[in-house]
T-cell receptor
Framework: GAVVSQHPSWVICKSGTSVKIECRSL??????MFWYRQFPKQSLMLMAT?????????EQGVEKDKFLINHASLTLSTLTVTSAHPEDSSFYIC?????????????FGPGTRLLVL | QKEVEQDPGPLSVPEGAIVSLNCTYS??????FMWYRQYSRKGPELLMY????GNKEDGRFTAQVDKSSKYISLFIRDSQPSDSATYLC????????????FGKGTMLLVSP
């Protein structure tokens, strides 16, 4: 099956610092990667969609200058939370999809828990 | 009205019971329907993927889609304590790898 990894799995940082989260597709090439955030007992909220080699498309209300997304290769996307604040504390999950796959769906990473103090 | 409605539960059942999980939706353009299982503090895991109306079976899991009623279901037979998790329905218009719209998830608790 398709495997997506995320690193780190959890991170604690001080307010005002930047945090980078990596998302990798381990056994397939991801033409598209998605970034979600999830608050406790809430569903996943899509933050942005990124295609390899092009700029990410951000959902309404998501600050693109605060959440920097880079999708430099078909197996790696990064999300950088710049100048993090306590309200950015959340569970960040990436997913990856391959338009050429037989089953057209997204495969999710294990998530990264961010706590901003 | 939200695009996808899903009862958050929790739904508590004894081991061995048949579980029925449901979602309703309002967007008639949805064509692709998925069920994900999410354990606490983990990412969602794809369980079932269906296109358009019909049934699909995989082991103890059966997914049903009724587009005329805008209603999808996931049945779990012979439920196990390890099935205890949150189940998220998701759907999309163009394809399964395009933007997904999720339900809020139903928490399932299977007691031994």
């Amino acid at each position: 099956g398709a495997v997506v990894s995320q690193h780190p799995s959890w991170v604690i940082c001080k307010s005002g610092t930047s945090v980078k989260i990596e998302c990798r597709s381990l056994d397939f090439q991801a033409t598209t990667m998605f970034w979600y955030r999830q608050f406790p007992k809430q569903s996943l909220m899509l933050m942005a969609t990124s295609n390899e080699g092009s700029k990410a498309t951000y959902e309404q209300g998501v600050e693109k200058d605060k959440f920097l997304i880079n999708h430099a290769s078909l197996t790696l996307s990064t999300l950088t939370v710049t100048s993090a604040h306590p309200e950015d504390s959340s569970f960040y999950i990436c997913s990856a999809s391959n338009a050429l796959a037989e089953q057209e769906t997204q495969y999710f990473g294990p998530g990264t828990r961010l706590l901003v103090l | 009205q939200k695009e996808v409605e899903q009862d958050p539960g929790p739904l508590s059942v004894p081991e061995g019971a048949i579980v029925s999980l449901n979602c309703t939706y309002s967007n008639s353009a949805f064509q692709y329907f998925m069920w994900y299982r999410q354990y606490s503090r983990k990412g969602p895991e794809l369980l079932m993927y269906t296109y358009s109306s019909g049934n699909k079976e995989d082991g103890r899991f059966t997914a049903q889609v009724d587009k005329s009623s805008k209603y999808i279901s996931l049945f779990i037979r012979d439920s196990q304590p390890s099935d205890s998790a949150t189940y998220l329905c998701a759907m999309s218009e163009r394809s399964g790898y395009s933007t997904l719209t999720f339900g809020k998830g139903t928490m399932l608790l299977v007691s031994p």
